[in-house]
């Protein structure tokens, strides 16, 4: 990765000292001179040439889809679960670093009638199936600071890819990612499962079909506590959901609830992002209690005496059409989890948490249950109507996994654009890097980058809600 990098940085012509100040941009740190930040990033964007539009890119069919999955200790079992039993799916290889993890899986692969090889001990197995020659797949669902690295190195293996979210932790690793997809020709679509929630999906039509008026305002929002399972010495490999939260600040876990909001603004498609202001809060609880387990179990003395982030991150953004989107990530707060989605026009709203959601015709209230049914049932889109019972059987996030799943493989085996593309992919996860900087530096405001070089003036829409582009694949 180290080579690439330098590589990477010599094409775009940002050399020693530009590298420098991008990796205190990527990395989220303080940087004193801001001139020379805004300036390299300045660069970096105008050195990008798009050698390859890959929104609304319909590769060759597939129609036997063969899988290779790197990860499955917490979320990897779910996409072999749900992969496994869509139509013209083969897992053929299972990866994690963890034998005892990758043997699991493999049974669970091999009661869906598969038969996948293993790799497992060596921290670098997971290239040894990128490189076979008999996988058109590669999912990854391993901690997403790795996400970048191996979604580069499979899509230059000639695979395309389906990435955890958020799919980049730097800067760096979005431009590599757009690169990478541009230059090779495959997808790089980030596993956001929040984007297929039916009530996502229906304000997404409804917006569409002009329900909202002109869009004004977005609020959206990851706010659940992580406090138990951070803490706990078995949910999470080696810590390390732990160990970001004690060395980043900002927004570290956006997409979530950006990515449904960036769908019905059109965010690359005929809007885009400006900049970006991030507020926080500080550590209430993260480093009192990693002090208190510390005291009393050796195990937690490296995470005692840190600078956790904060209880609560809230960034706002700015389009270029003058849109506003507030987003929100909270991880340690007792009270119930919140996914916002809130949506506001010039004719109406709606929002989702606390729950029922709601929706506004304008009249400066909500719509009764009665009304709010009649509005479901005009503008639900084709996908709900055909997918909604088959997902619930399955499961996964509310059916929404099994959704996003079964609509990846659907586009691959009939050579459909896919729904999220790279420049999604990249512009929902840079808010992670932007944020922190802002943070760090008293909440100045920040440049987004436009990862689509300009493209976002005639890009087409892409989430297929209406299954204008279906294969009728079949789920078992």
Not at 184 to 190: D, I, L, N, S, V
Not at 231 to 240: A, H, L, N, R, V
Not at 313 to 332: E, P, S, V, Y
Not at 431 to 439: E, H, N, R
């Amino acid at each position: 990765m180290k080579k690439n990098r330098r590589d990477f940085l010599k094409m775009t012509g940002l050399g020693i000292a530009g590298a420098g100040v991008l990796n205190s941009y990527a990395s989220g740190s303080k940087n004193e001179n801001d001139r020379t930040l805004a300036e390299t990033m300045k660069e970096y964007e105008k050195n990008h040439k798009q050698s390859f539009n890959m929104s609304g890119y319909a590769a060759t069919a597939i129609n036997k889809v063969r899988v290779g999955i790197i990860g499955v200790g917490q979320r990897g079992p779910t996409y072999i679960k749900i992969m496994g039993r869509v139509e013209g799916v083969d897992i053929r290889a299972i990866c994690d670093i963890r034998p005892e993890k990758a043997e699991v899986s493999k049974k669970m692969a091999e009661n869906l009638g598969y038969n996948p090889d293993i790799y497992s001990g060596d921290k670098d197995a997971w290239k040894k199936l990128c490189e076979r020659d008999d996988i058109d797949l590669v999912i990854v669902t391993t901690p997403w600071t790795m996400h970048a690295e191996m979604g580069v190195y499979a899509m230059k293996q000639g695979k395309h890819t389906a990435i955890a979210v958020p799919a980049a932790a730097t800067i760096e690793e979005c431009w590599q990612l757009v690169k990478t997809s541009e230059d090779t020709k495959r997808h790089c679509m980030m596993l956001e499962n929040c984007s297929y929630h039916t009530f996502q999906m229906l304000t997404l039509n409804m917006a569409r079909k002009g329900f909202f008026g002109e869009i004004v305002h977005g609020e959206c929002a990851y706010n659940s506590s992580k406090m138990r399972n951070n803490f706990s010495k078995t949910m999470y490999w080696d810590m390390w959901w732990l160990k970001e939260y004690s060395k980043r600040k900002g927004n570290i876990y956006p997409t979530h609830g950006l990515g449904p909001v960036c769908q019905i603004m059109d965010i690359n498609r005929g809007d885009k992002f400006e900049f970006l202001v991030s507020v926080e809060s500080k550590d209430f609880m993260m480093g009192a209690k990693a002090n208190e387990l510390a005291a009393t179990d050796s195990f937690y003395e490296e995470f005692a005496n840190k600078d956790y982030r904060g209880n609560m991150n809230t960034t706002i953004i700015k389009t270029t059409k003058g849109r506003t989107i507030m987003l929100q990530h909270g991880a340690t707060s007792p009270s119930p989890e919140t996914y916002i989605h809130g949506i506001y026009g010039t004719k109406g709203a709606a929002l989702k948490y606390p729950y029922p959601p709601r929706i506004s015709t304008g009249n400066h209230k909500w719509a009764s249950p009665e009304e709010f049914e009649v509005i479901q049932k005009k503008y639900s889109p084709e996908i709900i109507k055909v997918m909604d019972e088959m997902a619930n059987k399955i499961g996964g996030h509310g059916g929404s996994d099994t959704y996003k799943c079964w609509r990846l493989i659907d586009c691959l085996r009939h050579g459909f654009p896919v729904d999220i593309d790279v420049y999604d992919s990249v512009t929902w996860s840079c808010i992670l890097p932007l944020s922190s900087w802002s943070v760090h530096n008293q909440s100045n405001s920040i440049q987004i980058p436009d990862f689509t070089a300009g493209a976002w003036k005639s890009n087409e829409r892409n989430m297929d809600i209406e299954l204008k582009n279906y294969g009728k694949t079949l789920i078992r």
